[in-house]
């Protein structure tokens, strides 16, 4: 029984071979491959392109025949992409998958969004953004029962967000997740809610998470709630959906050795398919996929609390790709496309699509060697082929005027009597642009973006944030001593997309499946504690009342926290129940007036483990003084468990009573919404000997 391997493409992740007619007298039999049945290549991701460069004409007519035969067989109608509100579809290139609380979007200390910060950042580092998706509930959901659409309801100012990016040029997507079933229910259908929410936000789009339709149903609720609305699928997409779904996700899409062409974008031409490879730290690969298909790219460089950064070449690359995209979508979606043109020869290993209009033809021409060529890169002849194979057209071309518009790059034009050869230096794993106009044109404004030679991994280490010194003399009432000491903890988590204390969980994986995902994992940590006393139980409510009363202190964001109490003051015969709805700032707050801190995780664990400590009722997961961020996402360890737990979704977060060894990642959001029903916490003091502070 084979074994899965996460670093190899799986089946259904590799290209689709299309069926070549059968030789005869050394060379492919060139028939109608029109009365073949190639319905089989319904199915695929990517159609796998032949070794040989003699097969690439009857490959290109064999593509042609299985899209005429598609369309045939499944009554297309292109009716939504003709719709004048869907008109921005095919030059959405860039679009970035964000955390709603990510650091460079929102400032956790002042408590509000910096959208035209975290878009200037996207200017420089990708050359700009074409969308976004607002990435909010996983991998928070199921800490209590809030739903999905609560945690785009409950944010404060969403609205003004959407609109502040919308006014940048920049459209927006929130996400669905179909598996949220194991928290309060919504009065109407997921789909109905879903309407509602896009109508409330003004959203352009819906991201499908795990889904590769959504289906005419909820085409149907969101073309009522505004207009416009795509629909953007999770992976393949069925062929009989790219009717009403504009966009699709091109997700662990491996691809021949000769680039092959992408079946939603060869059906479609104005269909937007987004490349992503989560995990990979090389992107060359999608993005020279997106270049040759004249498609789009996810930018995912935090993957649900993981920092996946971009190289600096990659970053490069991008910024060389989008703004020939942009300029030329035309030619991307009504020019005629013809894969692997005008190959220089077998030698090269340089490949292009050839997307040509009335007034200018353009190249998109990538590098696959890992070092770089000096030659030909185009060799454009008198007779040249169309996509369908039908014609015989004039190679016109040979005495326009040719620009390389990308990445700068000098051309060398060198015409003869049979052909026009164009080439000149293209670094390793590049790209270019070569664009023909005729004589007299105005040469064009892009003049391209040097490539920068630099793949390192831009590593990011999650810092711990340091632990307040709250010293104590004597121990107070309430707490217990844990004496100093190296200690090793055995700590146990569940493996999740989320990772652990940083890093990536899944470095160079194509998609991670049990028991790679979800399955419980262990680490040993040797950790080094002082003289601590620790709360023998948590804050209850009466205790933070006290503190409420003293103090006059109000959370920012209150409402989540005495929604809950009764003119503010807890409800009776809860008194003694440990207090919630207190997020990490509550707490440390009321430990700083009692002059103590919150414990770590480790001391925490250490306390639990020899039984020193209690737990009130209802059991619910404790804060810990474990916070952490890598600049771009704040996180924080939970201890204990809770008495709650969402059932139904191993995508919830973690729930249910857990022993001391175990310890969860928390997102931290912004504006109070971390504050949970099921969420606590205990104080703990720094012992100081012989009475000294």
Request: glycine share 8%.
């Amino acid at each position: 029984m084979s074994r899965f391997n996460p670093y190899i493409p799986r089946p259904i992740d590799r290209p689709t071979e299309v069926p070549l007619p059968e030789s005869t007298s050394g060379g492919a039999r060139d028939v109608d491959a029109a009365t073949d049945d190639l319905s089989g290549l319904d199915e695929a991701k990517i159609f796998a392109a032949p070794d040989d460069p003699a097969q690439w004409p009857t490959w290109r007519r064999r593509l042609a025949a299985w899209r005429a035969d598609a369309r045939r067989r499944l009554r297309y109608d292109d009716a939504l992409y003709r719709r004048a509100e869907f008109a921005w579809i095919p030059s959405c290139y860039a679009v970035a998958l964000v955390w709603l609380w990510d650091e460079a979007l929102y400032d956790h200390e002042r408590g509000e969004f910096t959208p035209d910060a975290f878009l200037d950042a996207a200017e420089r580092d990708y050359g700009g953004l074409d969308g976004v998706v607002l990435w909010h509930a996983y991998p928070v959901i199921g800490l209590d029962d809030r739903n999905q659409f609560d945690f785009y309801r409950q944010v404060p100012g969403l609205p003004d967000l959407v609109a502040a990016l919308r006014r940048r040029g920049v459209r927006v997507f929130i996400d669905y997740n179909p598996w949220d079933g194991g928290t309060q229910r919504e009065p109407v259908d997921d789909f109905t809610a879903l309407g509602q929410l896009v109508a409330w936000l003004d959203a352009d789009g819906v991201f499908l998470d795990t889904l590769k339709e959504g289906g005419a149903a909820l085409r149907h609720v969101l073309d009522a709630a505004r207009p416009g609305v795509a629909l953007e699928s999770e992976s393949r997409l069925p062929l009989a959906r790219i009717c009403d779904h504009p966009m699709s996700w091109a997700q662990w899409f491996a691809d021949s050795d000769v680039p092959g062409v992408l079946r939603a974008k060869w059906f479609e031409r104005r269909h937007m398919l987004h490349h992503t490879r989560r995990w990979h730290r090389d992107h060359t690969a999608e993005l020279q996929s997106a270049w040759l298909n004249g498609c789009g790219i996810l930018i995912w460089d935090v993957v649900f609390g993981a920092w996946v950064g971009w190289s600096a070449r990659d970053r490069s690359l991008l910024r060389a790709m989008l703004p020939v995209q942009r300029a030329f979508t035309d030619h991307f979606t009504e020019g005629e496309w013809t894969p692997l043109a005008d190959h220089p020869g077998a030698e090269a290993p340089v490949y292009a699509s050839r997307w040509r209009r009335a007034d200018a033809t353009l190249w998109t021409v990538v590098n696959r060697a890992d070092e770089e060529w000096s030659g030909p890169w185009l060799r454009v002849g008198r007779q040249q082929e169309d996509p369908a194979g039908e014609t015989a057209r004039a190679g016109r071309e040979r005495d326009w005027d040719w620009y390389e518009l990308a990445i700068g790059a000098q051309l060398e034009v060198c015409r003869s009597e049979s052909d026009t050869v164009i080439g000149g230096r293209l670094p390793a794993r590049g790209i270019a642009a070569v664009l023909a106009v005729p004589p007299g044109t105005p040469p064009p404004a892009l003049t391209g973006t040097a490539l920068d030679p630099d793949a390192t991994f831009p590593d990011r280490i999650a810092i711990r944030r340091p632990v307040p010194a709250a010293p104590a003399s004597t121990l107070p009432d309430g707490m217990v001593a844990i004496p100093a000491g190296r200690r090793q903890l055995t700590v146990r988590y569940r493996a999740r997309e989320t990772g652990m204390y940083g890093g990536a969980p899944y470095v160079n994986e194509w998609k991670p499946l049990p028991p790679r995902l979800h399955h419980m994992e262990t680490l040993i940590r040797t950790v080094e504690l002082g003289n601590v006393g620790i709360g023998v139980r948590e804050v209850s409510n009466a205790e933070y009342l006290e503190f409420l009363t003293a103090t006059g202190y109000r959370p920012r964001h209150p409402d989540r926290f005495l929604a809950h109490w009764v003119d503010e003051r807890p409800v009776p015969g809860t008194e003694d129940e440990p207090v919630t709805y207190v997020d990490l700032a509550d707490a440390r707050a009321y430990a700083a007036w009692a002059g103590w801190r919150l414990p770590t995780e480790d001391e925490w664990q250490v306390a639990a483990e020899a039984g020193l400590i209690q737990r009130r009722h209802p059991l619910v997961w404790n804060w810990t003084e474990s916070e952490h961020s890598d600049g771009r996402t704040r996180f924080v360890m939970l201890k204990g468990g809770a008495a709650w737990r969402a059932e139904g979704s191993d995508w919830y977060f973690d729930g249910g009573p857990q022993p001391p060894q175990v310890s969860a990642k928390l997102l931290l959001l912004g504006a109070g919404l971390t504050r949970s029903a099921w969420v606590g916490f205990r104080c703990a003091v720094d012992l100081t000997e012989k009475g000294e502070e």
